[in-house]
């Protein structure tokens, strides 16, 4: 018998392709089961066809009444800025200036970045997010205790450290020549070390001069199996700097296009101001957009044009964006997805958001079959969703009449309350409090 083995009873959901484009997107079982060994899924399916097949004495765990579901996957986020979330400002970039930069600065100091990263990875796991690709600064220790403290809870984390070496603080600039340096030297420490993985990270092309982007795009080139992360067509303004320091770019994306960090894995926040020329580069070379609905509408950026995202074929997933974005959750971001779509004359579906915080991330990211969904073999990181966790939540999901009805009630009324456990690589790492 393997004694690794571990069975967990409950309503099972997870996804097989995108319910905007498929009839057959999701599997799910009233009454399932998931089955898990050595940290990964073994099986998941129906309970009465499932439990015939383990062996004497195995434990079940009975979340009877709870929904089983894999990790959410949160694709842009700034670790540093935990503790400067909900910071009031007019705007993006004096928002930087104002408040960013200022804390950023104290990550120079290796304690204090392990203590955030700390609260940080605790946050995250509270709200249900197992992945995320996270942003550090441009302190090479703020990265190392970023991943120190992933890899001691077990977590498949994306990460990098930050570079920029203009239009920003002396005190928070590399150089082209130091940041591309610092940059391999710590993929060669913590790349596919465990479970970590990393990711080259520019800021935004205005914090970059060319040199920087240049020798940015020959590490993604050598390393093609690490991420890429930054941003792109966040902010009007900040749209209209980009041509003025790049006169000769067709466009912001194309800045980027340029230096060769359009490819697999990588992965642009925001999106908003894109012309379809972009939206067509960034399908045909598999680069993805994290979209970043709290943060956009905090900061009053614009809406994400969710339909001709969709019409390009364009790889898409949820984030948060904390902290610009308002919340961890990634509950609270759908609730937030949703509204901007609607907003833009789109509909979003319960079932096409949590698509896209869980297989539709894997697949942005290039890691279906490792992470995403329950098929056998992905790594069981797992969550356990609590329909009644509040007495609206409660007295909303008693009266729902089909799937799509209980989960765009979770999106729409849930947060940090809803997720009552969150398991790693099979190993529980969080379980709600209850009083």
């Not at 400067?84 to 930069?101: D, N, R, V």
């Not at 302190?139 to 077990?154: I, K, L, N």
């Not at 596919?192 to 205005?206: D, E, M, S, V």
């Not at 580069?281 to 970043?292: D, G, K, L, N, P």
Request: charged share 20%; glycine share 6%; aromatic share 10%.
């Amino acid at each position: 018998m393997n004694t690794n083995l571990q069975a967990y009873r409950g309503s099972l959901l997870h996804f097989l392709a995108d319910p905007a484009f498929s009839e057959h997107s999701h599997a799910w079982h009233e009454d399932g089961l998931l089955i898990v060994a050595d940290g990964k899924v073994q099986a998941a399916g129906d309970y009465a066809t499932l439990h015939a097949t383990l062996p004497p004495g195995a434990v079940v765990h009975d979340y009877s009444g709870k929904l089983l579901m894999p990790g959410f996957i949160d694709t842009h986020i700034h670790y540093p800025q935990s503790d400067m979330i909900a910071s009031p400002s007019e705007g993006l970039l004096p928002w930087l200036e104002t408040y960013t930069f200022p804390t950023e600065r104290q990550f120079e100091d290796t304690a204090h970045a392990a203590d955030v990263a700390d609260f940080f990875l605790d946050e995250l796991l509270r709200c249900g997010t197992t992945t995320a690709m996270v942003y550090c600064t441009v302190h090479p220790q703020s990265v190392d205790a970023f991943f120190t403290a992933s890899e001691q809870r077990g977590l498949r984390m994306v990460a990098g450290k930050v570079m920029m070496d203009r239009n920003c603080p002396e005190f928070l600039r590399d150089t082209a020549e130091s940041g591309a340096r610092d940059t391999e030297a710590l993929i060669q420490r913590w790349h596919k070390r465990g479970r970590a993985l990393y990711a080259i990270t520019p800021r935004f092309a205005p914090t970059s001069t060319e040199r920087q982007l240049q020798l940015a795009g020959e590490l993604a080139a050598a390393y093609p199996d690490t991420f890429i992360q930054t941003h792109v067509s966040e902010n009007e303004a900040e749209c209209a700097w980009v041509r003025e320091l790049f006169p000769n770019s067709r466009s912001y994306i194309d800045v980027y296009d340029s230096y060769g960090m359009l490819r697999p894995r990588a992965m642009y926040g925001h999106c908003i101001w894109l012309n379809e020329c972009d939206r067509q580069r960034m399908a045909e070379t598999q680069s993805a957009a994290a979209i970043c609905p709290t943060s956009n509408l905090f900061l009053g950026s614009g809406l994400f044009d969710f339909e001709r995202a969709d019409d390009a074929g364009v790889l898409l997933s949820l984030a948060t964006d904390v902290g610009g974005g308002t919340s961890f959750s990634m509950l609270q971001t759908m609730n937030e997805a949703y509204k901007v779509a609607r907003l833009k004359g789109s509909y979003l579906p319960a079932l096409r958001m949590f698509y896209l915080a869980t297989l539709g991330a894997a697949r942005s990211m290039q890691l279906e079959g490792t992470i995403g969904n329950f098929t056998a073999g992905a790594e069981a990181d797992f969550i356990v969703v609590d329909p009644q966790a509040t007495p609206l939540l409660q007295r909303r999901t008693a009266r729902r009449e089909s799937l799509e009805e209980l989960l765009f009630a979770l999106a729409l009324l849930g947060d940090d309350r809803a997720i009552a456990a969150t398991y790693s690589a099979g190993r529980q790492v969080h379980v709600r409090e209850t009083t």
